[in-house]
């Protein structure tokens, strides 16, 4: 094992090679690092993401998801709709 100095020369600052590593202090919120946080929110979104295109494709046949959700969708909206011909009207 290897043991630090116990006693150091007051005003001598202790040799730093050029070489080793470039030790700094590393910003963090709980433990996390801004770089860990920002690749858990793209990864959580893209996750997120395909849950809800999941769960919208799985209630896509209920009636009321058609009209107040899916009707609304800019440029898919229309796929949605559904006219029924006068023809095919009981009443």
Not at 7 to 25: E, M, Q, W
Not at 36 to 50: E, I, P
């Amino acid at each position: 094992m290897v043991f630090q100095t116990p006693v150091r020369r007051a005003g001598v600052p202790a040799y730093k090679s050029p070489y080793g590593p470039k030790y700094h202090y590393q910003p963090n919120v709980g433990g996390w690092t801004m770089k860990q946080l920002a690749g858990l929110g793209l990864k959580t979104g893209a996750f997120g993401g395909v849950a809800l295109f999941a769960v919208i494709f799985y209630a896509s046949g209920i009636p009321r998801v058609k009209q107040d959700i899916l009707q609304k969708v800019p440029f898919i909206g229309g796929y949605f709709v559904k006219e029924i011909p006068p023809s095919d009207n009981p009443f």
